[in-house]
């Protein structure tokens, strides 16, 4: 087991920027892939970014290229995304995800653990 609790989530205007983290307890967080979700009111969730346990094979949604990164930190059991640039269209309710091993799809189906979520929101 995973346990997984997001932070860093606020109020932001357009343009500004936010840091977001992952703290895991359990299991060896080293060990798991991470993710990030996001789900909007009225939306499905969706894949926002991943990297697997190494640090490597970090993947982006095209609508957050170039504006966000992830991270991690296997020493403080810390997954993090930076997020830049951001746009109201990023206002969200950010989600992160831990499964074993690798990752290399982009649904949600695909991990096993969650958190419980951090509310997100740009005004324009």
């Known amino acids: 087991q995973v346990q997984l609790v997001e932070s860093g989530g606020g109020l932001v205007q357009a343009g500004g920027s936010l840091r977001l983290s992952c703290a895991a307890s359990?299991?060896?967080?080293?060990?798991?892939?991470m993710g990030w979700f996001r789900q909007a009111p009225g939306k499905e969730r969706e894949f926002v970014a991943r990297?697997?346990?190494?640090?490597?094979?970090?993947y982006y949604a095209d609508s957050v290229k170039g504006r966000f990164t992830i991270s991690r930190n296997n020493a403080k059991n810390t997954g993090y995304l930076e997020m830049n640039s951001l746009k109201p269209e990023d206002t969200a309710v950010y989600y992160c995800?831990?499964?074993?091993?690798?990752?290399?799809?982009?649904?949600?189906?695909?991990?096993?653990?969650w958190g419980q979520g951090t509310q997100v929101t740009v005004s324009s």
């Open positions: 995800a831990a499964r074993l091993g690798i990752a290399v799809l982009t649904t949600p189906s695909e991990y096993d653990y």
């Open positions: 990297i697997n346990w190494s640090g490597g094979g970090t």
């Open positions: 359990g299991r060896t967080f080293s060990s798991y892939a």
